[in-house]
């Protein structure tokens, strides 16, 4: 049960010359009224119906309090709202907001809040493939991985011509006795390496993986099972595939190639490479020392690796040399050269994948999907996948939502900050539920446009 509210008052400077008191005795008030957008949001998309679809309850019914969806809905929401730990859930479990979210006011048991607490939802992310005497949810990782790409997909109305697919590793370090822990040299730390792919802002792909392997390790599966799963509902759609030079294996290359999908990775730079495009470094040195400002040229080859390439392909060279030292680079890609000219194919279509870093900075920093301290990686890999759909959740927001407001291309901390922390008075009749927010919010046209908007897509 919620704890008696404390009804000592604090006093403060004076203002005007009177007195400034404060205390814990407003009632059922929320901070969290905006969240009222998210559950308007899911109605529209239908994610957390289907995302508790790809569980299975073992539990009686008859001694159950909490739906697995009730249990989805809050941990989805809470990490949107911003409340990464499950003991958060402890104190979130009496907010009036969820409860509303929750669809249930009050507990069916004597003694229980409406939604559920950390040990329910420790359970529940603790849930295996098969159930046990302990862990009665069991949970499908094969149709959540499926749910990611539907929601993709259904986030368009017509089968746009061309897609570009963006993969990326990055380091998820780690602060316990994890399975599966590692020390990655590069990142200099033990961590995971988790695998992402995303479309523009669209979160296809969070595979969790161990840190010991190669940064492409099983990048052609999870590949051939997104490319096959949007195939089957656009057929003829070109795909592009992007990466660094860390994916530019043979083995994903000539998938690729196999399969009608165009590449364009980076690839490593080494002797080789650099003695092709000598000339014009040198030529970017002798502009840049003449205008004091960096200099670049461009150069395309047929290049192949020694022994780990399969068969020759085409190379663009980017010879800059900025200050006073050279910065050679290089991407491997399937274009032609008709499609996209060498300066054109570097600048406007290969650099634009660094966009992708910031949407992975939102899932790790603004929806804690680097909040992986359990033990085994089992439960982290579902950490995970409940941040990317709280990603998702909010990225529907935006898209739905927020599209002609100042936010549409607001990251998901922003919007959460401005449009979801709202101090609101919960007010409960017999007739209905009043949700009566801070009348100086500053963002209230945008609230309403966005309610506007879901509510017509959710029709």
Request: net charge positive; aromatic share 8%.
């Amino acid at each position: 049960m919620p704890t008696e509210c404390n009804s000592e008052k604090f006093g403060f400077a004076r203002v005007g010359g009177r007195q400034v008191v404060a205390g814990f005795d407003g009632g059922r008030i929320s901070t969290d009224a905006g969240g009222l957008l998210l559950g308007s949001t899911d109605r529209a998309i239908n994610l957390v119906g289907r995302f508790a679809g790809c569980f299975t309850d073992h539990r009686s019914a008859a001694l159950i309090e909490h739906e697995v969806e009730t249990l989805i809905l809050q941990r989805v929401v809470g990490l949107a709202l911003g409340y990464e730990d499950l003991n958060d859930h402890d104190e979130l479990r009496h907010d009036p907001i969820m409860a509303v979210l929750s669809g249930k006011l009050e507990a069916g048991r004597k003694g229980c809040a409406a939604v559920a607490g950390k040990s329910t939802l420790n359970r529940l992310e603790l849930s295996r493939p098969e159930p046990t005497r302990y862990h009665k949810i069991s949970s499908d990782g094969v149709a959540i991985e499926a749910l990611l790409v539907d929601l993709f997909l259904e986030a368009h109305r017509c089968p746009p011509k061309q897609i570009i697919l963006d993969l990326d590793a990055t380091d998820d370090p780690l602060h316990g006795e994890q399975e599966g822990r590692f020390f990655h040299g590069y990142y200099g730390n033990y961590c995971y390496l988790p695998l992402y792919i995303f479309c523009g802002r669209h979160l296809l792909v969070s595979k969790l993986r161990r840190s010991d392997i190669d940064g492409a390790a099983g990048a052609v599966e999870e590949v051939e099972r997104v490319i096959g799963q949007i195939r089957r509902r656009w057929p003829r759609v070109r795909i592009l595939l992007r990466a660094d030079s860390g994916f530019a294996r043979d083995e994903l290359m000539a998938w690729c190639e196999a399969n009608r999908v165009d590449f364009l990775f980076g690839l490593a730079r080494n002797a080789r490479l650099v003695g092709e495009i000598e000339t014009e470094l040198a030529e970017a040195a002798e502009q840049s020392g003449r205008t004091g400002k960096p200099a670049r040229r461009f150069r395309e080859l047929r290049y192949a690796t020694l022994k780990s390439w399969s068969r020759e392909r085409r190379v663009v060279a980017k010879a800059e040399w900025t200050g006073d030292k050279a910065n050679p680079r290089f991407v491997v890609t399937s274009l032609a050269p008709a499609e996209a000219g060498a300066r054109h194919l570097y600048e406007e279509i290969y650099c634009a994948r660094g966009d992708m870093e910031n949407r992975i900075k939102e899932c790790q920093l603004d929806l804690f999907a680097d909040r992986t301290s359990a033990h085994t990686m089992r439960a982290n890999q579902l950490r995970l996948w409940f941040a990317s759909m709280a990603y998702v959740l909010l990225c529907a927001l935006r898209r739905i939502g927020l599209a002609a407001t100042q936010f549409a291309k607001a990251s998901c901390a922003t919007i959460r900050l401005k449009l979801l922390k709202i101090g609101a008075l919960v007010q409960t009749s017999v007739r209905r539920i009043k949700i009566a927010m801070a009348s100086a919010c500053p963002y209230q046209r945008e609230f309403a446009h966005a309610h506007a908007c879901l509510a017509a897509a959710a029709r």
